[in-house]
């Protein structure tokens, strides 16, 4: 769906200018994702957001959430891609990278899959947390990097890892932990993988409690 037109606009802190759209994952209802989305339309930026399935409902809301929140030339486009599905995956950033009137893109990939539970509760769900969470992350941000080889040099995808210093400190949230170490890994990997450190630029953003997610 694509959403675009005059809209209200929010005051609010400006958000770095970016020459790209903000492409961004993980943006259910009431998630960090989505706060980051409200916040980008009320800067009248370009906003691509992905959600697992593109039902009904969520048509509705990203639609109710462009008419409240964004301002004039701001666009709202929303794809279905599952973050644990390669065929997904691939394709999403396909489509992205024909675009040529993109570059410069930045990306945040927060889709990840909550969940609560103890060591001594691993099963198929743990395993399923790990795909999205840290394998869908990393194919997403090299099937980006792979695409835009091909780009004129210094076009770049900008990659905002979601970090956190909740390392298995607090307990109880099943691989919460072990997913934001494994992410911390990748920033590691810019500098030690040609494509990713030619293709990409890497910051990671440590976010604590965020009143009102539960996360």
Not at 102 to 128: H, K
Request: glycine fraction near 12%; hydrophobic fraction near 40%.
């Amino acid at each position: 769906d694509h959403l675009t037109g005059d809209a209200v606009h929010l005051p609010g802190r400006s958000l770095p200018s970016s020459h790209g759209p903000v492409i961004c994952t993980g943006t259910g209802p009431n998630s960090i994702g989505e706060a980051m989305v409200r916040a980008l339309l009320a800067q009248g930026r370009h906003v691509i957001t992905c959600v697992s399935t593109l039902t009904d409902p969520r048509r509705r809301r990203f639609r109710r959430i462009y008419q409240e929140h964004a301002r004039a030339g701001a666009i709202l486009e929303v794809a279905p891609v599952r973050q644990g599905a390669r065929d997904d995956v691939h394709a999403f950033a396909t489509w992205i990278a024909g675009r040529e009137e993109i570059s410069q893109p930045v990306l945040l990939p927060f889709g990840a899959i909550g969940m609560n539970g103890l060591l001594q509760d691993v099963d198929e769900q743990y395993l399923r947390a790990l795909l999205v969470n840290v394998i869908g992350v990393e194919m997403l941000i090299g099937a980006f990097a792979q695409r835009w080889a091909s780009r004129p040099t210094g076009d770049r995808i900008h990659v905002v890892l979601p970090l956190s210093p909740n390392l298995g400190h607090m307990g109880g949230d099943g691989v919460y932990g072990e997913t934001k170490a494994a992410l911390q890994v990748l920033l590691a990997k810019w500098r030690s993988e040609p494509l990713l450190h030619a293709r990409t630029s890497m910051i990671g953003a440590h976010i604590g409690w965020v009143r009102g997610t539960g996360l």
